[in-house]
């Protein structure tokens, strides 16, 4: 038992570092686009970049989760956290085909 | 022109999401009804946006709940099971729902924010033992659901239902529900920002800068120390969501007072 706290709290340390980075990485790319957008069209793409990383940052996360639970191998957890990554990408294959409709 | 815009959007983000910052509340609930009634965006459009900004916002919050152990994982991605499938219903119902009934829902879920206010301001935080039994799991799931659907059709976090969801069903310590609801705000509405970025109804021009304000103003306004008393400033919070609450009424009715004429 006090293993498994030890290893859970690594992987709170883990995601920790993962979204403070990642938050400070893509508002960096919001911020350099909104700025370029002043003297160039290219502005925009790239702020666009940064939104797509924002929404990624989360699947990331979840992506994080499901490895580190594989390892050690708790597998019910690993389970769940495979469904939500799947409702994840179902979510973004509906609507990019709604897109092309 | 477009410019002028952009810098007034990001100034609004900043404002809203620093007085949330100061009171501890997530200000993604103020984003839509700016948008739709003070820049006169279309609501799908300002719903999009939001979201984004409610991924932003979570994501930047949640580090210090993690280093802190608040944060009840487990608990959290097997909710998460619930809002993101309750977000994806909800990507398909906004395609159905007219605009006018998405304004009354909004207006709703104000006031149940407003009402949830005064009932924190009343009583005490009630400290609950620390060793937490996890109950009804399957009333919780269903709650979560249904914040998830509520997430993705308005582009609100849903803190607002699930902190209380977790309170009520699964007899969480305050704290824990309130790290824990905000580690899950982020899968929920990435869920619900995936498939409307993926339909192109992300409008970069909207989102970026509303994004990058609200994460400068929560991390502004958890640091700042103001001279005005929590309680006022918590009494004028709940005046302005039942302002903004009777404003998004009026505008499902497509009677509109504040903002430029048409």
């Given at each position: 038992m006090s293993q498994d706290r030890a290893l859970s709290g690594r992987l709170e340390q883990l995601l920790a570092g993962l979204l403070h980075h990642g938050t400070l990485g893509a508002c960096a790319v919001v911020a350099a686009g909104l700025a370029l957008a002043f003297w160039s069209t290219e502005g925009m793409r790239v702020a666009t970049a940064g939104i797509a990383l924002f929404i990624l940052l989360p699947v990331v996360r979840v992506g994080v989760m499901l490895v580190f639970f594989l390892r050690v191998r708790d597998h019910r957890y690993a389970a769940i956290a495979a469904l939500v990554l799947l409702i994840l990408s179902i979510s973004f294959l509906v609507g990019a085909r709604w897109g092309q409709a | 022109m477009q410019i002028g815009m952009e810098s007034w959007l990001f100034v609004a983000a900043l404002g809203t999401s620093m007085l949330g910052g100061v009171l501890g509340?997530?200000?993604?609930?103020f984003i839509v009804p700016i948008l739709t009634?003070?820049?006169?965006?279309d609501i799908h459009t300002a719903v999009g946006a939001s979201l984004v900004s409610v991924i932003a916002c979570s994501c930047a919050s949640a580090a210090p709940f993690l280093k802190e152990r608040l944060t009840d994982i487990r608990l959290a991605i097997l909710l998460e099971t619930a809002t993101t499938a309750g977000a994806l219903c909800g990507v398909f119902l906004a395609g159905l729902i007219p605009a006018k009934y998405l304004f009354f829902l909004f207006a709703f879920i104000l006031l149940l924010s407003a009402q949830q206010m005064l009932a924190r301001r009343r009583e005490a935080a009630p400290q609950r033992d620390v060793s937490h039994p996890v109950r009804r799991v399957p009333l919780g799931m269903t709650l979560m659901y249904g914040a998830g659907l509520i997430s993705a059709l308005?582009?609100?976090?849903s803190g607002v239902l699930k902190i209380p969801a977790m309170d009520t069903?699964?007899?969480?310590?305050i704290k824990v529900s309130s790290a824990t609801s905000n580690f899950m705000i982020g899968v929920t509405a990435a869920a619900s920002a995936a498939a409307y970025f993926a339909r192109g109804e992300i409008i970069t021009a909207v989102a970026a800068p509303i994004a990058l304000g609200s994460v400068a103003g929560a991390v502004l306004g958890a640091r700042i120390l103001i001279a005005v008393p929590a309680q006022r400033l918590r009494l004028m919070f709940i005046g302005i969501l039942v302002m903004l609450a009777a404003q998004m009424m009026l505008a499902a009715f497509g009677i509109q007072l504040i903002g430029p004429a048409s």
């Open positions: - | 509340m997530a200000s993604g609930i009634m003070f820049a006169r965006i308005l582009g609100i976090g069903a699964l007899r969480l310590p």
